[in-house]
């Protein structure tokens, strides 16, 4: 792990050629390796963290900045009027977490072992809440089309939805906001010590002070965010000159690079068998996206851009979003894990990012 700090060289390489102005190549190319290092003091400082407070409260921490900067680099999309953009990113972080960092989780973390165990209790509670954000991910669209309306078509820059529609995307964008609350009372207070795990000291011999780990976790999430930004700013130019739509960049390049600290993290405490985190991590993240992200974008919306955004996503959207889900589900439902429960979701992502990259 250490070793890998070295690479921290390349934060004021990749701000300098980002700042002037130097091929999208180059910014793109030194911006991910300045994250690497990141996503490495992220997975330490995570790990300390979960060591005082448990797996749950780490997990969530580690989300909470992990998702940041999705959150910004989003609301800057908002401000443009790239509500498919968005709206992609979104998507793809979500399916991203539950099929490609958990499949990689399991994976690694399977090998060399016959099975690892998880608290089925979490699990499910996270598996679950995702479920029922299921129907207000998808009842817009049902609502949309059911009055005589269309899905977006891929790539299309903006379908107009009407007031009504957008009246309702924010009353469920509430909802949600307000299931996430509740969730949170329920993981981190009244039901704490069913859910949260034996704390990971036993795992660490000499965890740092709180106040250290803390400081370390947003230091890292602030160099994630920056270094983020600026690789994300860099990829629609070399996305023209490779070919690829704004659907799939959107979709799979954003997603990964806004969450390339979860996924640095979860796969390497898997890797020390540590799967009760690595399980907060990936399903904790996508459901704070679903619950907390995305209507919190449906509320700013309405504030930035030309317009509000619907919540109403394309039928490849929704497909990878119930495929995904119903995947997890199944493959968490008892507790354990095997490397080839993590081939098996990573098939999945793999078949969705064919569909999206041919749409």
Do not use: C
């Not at 009246?167 to 329920?186: C, M, N, Q, T």
């Not at 704390?199 to 250290?212: E, V």
């Not at 979860?262 to 996508?286: C, P, Q, R, T, W």
Request: net charge neutral; no cysteine; hydrophobic share 60%.
């Amino acid at each position: 792990m250490r070793r890998v700090y070295g690479l921290f060289v390349f934060v004021p390489v990749a701000a300098a050629a980002h700042f002037a102005g130097a091929p999208a190549t180059v910014v793109l190319f030194t911006s991910a390796l300045a994250i690497v290092p990141a996503a490495g003091l992220l997975s330490e400082t995570t790990e300390h963290l979960s060591a005082h407070a448990g797996p749950a409260v780490g997990g969530l921490l580690n989300a909470t900045i992990g998702n940041a900067p999705e959150l910004i680099i989003a609301g800057i999309a908002l401000g443009k009027g790239l509500h498919e953009v968005v709206k992609a990113s979104l998507v793809g972080s979500i399916v991203g977490n539950l099929l490609l960092v958990l499949g990689a989780a399991m994976l690694v973390g399977g090998l060399g072992r016959e099975r690892q165990y998880f608290n089925r209790t979490s699990a499910q509670t996270l598996s679950g809440m995702l479920l029922l954000t299921l129907p207000a991910l998808v009842m817009p669209a049902i609502f949309q089309l059911v009055h005589g309306g269309r899905l977006p078509f891929v790539g299309e820059a903006r379908v107009r939805f009407g007031h009504t529609l957008e009246h309702l995307s924010l009353a469920i964008s509430l909802v949600l906001i307000a299931v996430y609350v509740a969730g949170l009372v329920f993981s981190l207070r009244t039901h704490r010590n069913v859910l949260g795990g034996d704390a990971a000291a036993a795992r660490i011999a000499r965890p740092w002070p709180l106040a250290g780990a803390v400081a370390g976790l947003v230091v890292a999430g602030a160099v994630v965010g920056a270094m983020s930004a600026i690789l994300v700013g860099s990829i629609e130019h070399a996305s023209h000159a490779l070919g690829l739509s704004q659907f799939f960049v959107g979709a799979f390049v954003v997603a990964i690079v806004g969450n390339a600290a979860e996924h640095f993290v979860a796969v390497a405490v898997a890797a020390k068998d540590d799967m009760d985190l690595a399980i907060n991590i990936s399903i904790g993240s996508s459901a704070q996206i679903a619950l907390l992200v995305t209507p919190l974008l449906v509320l700013l919306s309405f504030v930035v851009g030309p317009s509000p955004m619907p919540l109403v996503f394309n039928g490849y959207e929704i497909a990878a979003l119930v495929f995904a889900t119903l995947a997890t589900i199944g493959l968490t439902q008892d507790g354990e894990s095997t490397w080839f429960e993590g081939v098996q979701l990573l098939a999945v992502y793999a078949v969705i990012g064919i569909v999206f990259f041919a749409a």
